[in-house]
């Protein structure tokens, strides 16, 4: 019988935003923490909007843990400063950002083939000995060597856990995870390792579990996107049929609905380019003719008689 590992949500920069998180614990749960989309530097400063999703007031998950991304140790610093100013105790470092834009500047997964780059970034970790800190990277940017050659790095720092994306920056998100190469990095990593790459179904978390029992967790993104039960599932050995999970996405949609409407003041348009990307990943199986009625609603009437239509169905 296997142990059942912690189940950490994903941070997805545009999804996974604090009204989401807050209604996803709420109607859900079955994490054991929720990280921010990355919050970095930009031109010298923070978007107020970033500084927003990370208010503690804002936030009332069980346990959120803020992500920086930063190509140095003066901006990673910067960043800090803001986290600690809001109370936070925990960070999470970004080492796999894809993004060409980004990654091109060092940033996330473009700095992996770096390794001078990346101790001066993660001195950080040795200077704020108060904060807890992991890593969520990716095997490298263009080859899996590189994560090799960080972990003298990695290993010397008091790090809480790493989470490792089995993926190279360069793939973005394609072709297959590599779990070779994941292994290999778990067999001399020396931190608490996190496993995060498309986990879908309770098999897919089940299967990787068996593979490599030293697991620390699973963190899942676009899997918990689609069936934002699947960790709550996971962990209850408990399967939700189609019509209580329909009922539950239905209390999600409309607490994140709300908590938009109320923040909002931009008008009909602005709260429908908020709700769209509820939907984009969401159950996959559904039937596609009522999702995609949602998808090209054009105003805001049009998309609550789809999003009706779609919680109507029997
Ligand atoms: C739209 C999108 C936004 C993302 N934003 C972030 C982010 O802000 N920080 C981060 O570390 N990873 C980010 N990721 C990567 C995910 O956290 C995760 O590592 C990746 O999706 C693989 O896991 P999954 O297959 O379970 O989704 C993002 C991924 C996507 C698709």
Redesign the pocket.
């Known amino acids: 019988m296997q142990s059942t590992l912690p189940i950490h949500f994903?941070?997805?920069?545009?999804?996974t935003e604090a009204f989401y998180r807050n209604a996803h614990a709420t109607y859900f749960g079955g994490i054991e923490s929720y990280y921010t989309?990355?919050i970095r530097l930009e031109k010298g400063g923070f978007r107020n909007k970033d500084v927003r999703e990370i208010e503690p007031g804002n936030n009332r998950v069980p346990h959120i843990i803020p992500?920086l991304l930063a190509s140095s140790f003066e901006k990673a610093e910067a960043i800090l400063a803001l986290f600690i100013e809001k109370g936070y105790q925990e960070a999470d470092i970004?080492l796999?950002?894809p993004f060409p834009l980004l990654a091109g500047r060092h940033n996330g997964s473009g700095i992996l083939p770096y390794p001078e780059e990346v101790e001066s970034l993660l001195s950080l970790v040795k200077k704020y000995p108060q904060i807890s800190f992991s890593v969520?990277m990716r095997l490298g940017w263009e080859n899996p060597e590189e994560c090799m050659r960080l972990l003298p790095i990695l290993n010397d720092l008091p790090l809480r856990q790493v989470t490792m994306?089995p993926r190279v920056g360069k793939q973005q998100?394609k072709g297959e995870v590599n779990l070779e190469a994941f292994a290999a990095f778990m067999e001399a990593c020396r931190h608490p390792l996190i496993y995060?790459?498309?986990?879908r179904k309770l098999e897919d978390i089940h299967r990787i579990q068996e593979q490599f029992p030293a697991l620390a967790g699973i963190m899942?993104?676009?899997?918990l996107l689609a069936n934002p039960a699947l960790a709550w599932e996971y962990k209850e050995k408990s399967q939700l049929t189609p019509d209580e999970l329909r009922q539950k996405v239905q209390m999600l949609h409309t607490s994140v609905y709300e908590q938009y409407t109320e923040r909002l003041q931009g008008g009909d348009a602005q709260l429908l380019s908020k709700m769209k990307p509820f939907w984009e990943y969401l159950l996959p199986e559904a039937d596609r003719k009522l999702l995609k009625a949602i998808h090209k609603s054009s105003n805001l009437s049009k998309y609550n008689q789809a999003v009706l239509a779609f919680f109507n169905q029997r």
């Open positions: 994903a941070p997805l920069q545009g999804y989309p990355f992500q970004n796999g950002c969520k994306h998100y995060n790459g498309d986990i899942i993104g676009r899997g």
